[in-house]
């Protein structure tokens, strides 16, 4: 069982790839928003380039909460520092929620928390306009036994450079 299930959502998220980002799994609508500060253009760090850009940085928040808590800021000095180093040129942002909630007010919530994030990161030294935003709602959550409704996993931004 356990396996099927995992498989089940396996399926499903790759059919909301495959449907411009939204799918309806078992009666809940999952949908995917971008929003862009760059010129028209996505995170462009899309396959492998080097170990530097493949890895991502998280960003977790409480429950039904935007607010990042101060102590990221050193790590958001530390990233736009490796950035410049590695003449990165995007820090790509990617916001979830739980999903305790509705879907909708938790894409809304995603897109406050990465646009926050991304506050941190320019008062750190970046540029605005090179952080693309993506804001993805509800994840999936850590599957163990069960399905996770409220997951402190799923409650981040993901952090990744790119060219």
Request: net charge positive.
């Amino acid at each position: 069982m356990h396996m099927v299930l995992k498989g089940f959502v396996a399926a499903a998220m790759l059919a909301a790839g495959m449907a411009g980002g939204t799918a309806l799994v078992a009666g809940s609508a999952v949908a995917q928003t971008s929003e862009m500060h760059t010129q028209g253009r996505e995170c462009r760090n899309l396959g492998k380039s080097n170990k530097v850009f493949d890895r991502n940085y998280y960003v977790y928040f409480e429950t039904n909460s935007s607010r990042v808590d101060p102590k990221y800021q050193k790590d958001f000095e530390r990233i736009v520092k490796l950035a410049k180093g590695q003449k990165a040129g995007q820090i790509c942002l990617f916001g979830k929620a739980s999903k305790v909630g509705d879907p909708k007010a938790n894409i809304e919530l995603s897109r406050k928390r990465a646009r926050n994030v991304a506050d941190g990161l320019v008062a750190a030294g970046w540029p605005r306009a090179q952080i693309p935003i993506v804001a993805e709602g509800e994840a999936w959550g850590w599957l163990q036994e069960t399905l996770t409704w409220d997951s402190a996993e799923d409650r981040r931004v993901r952090i990744r450079l790119s060219r």
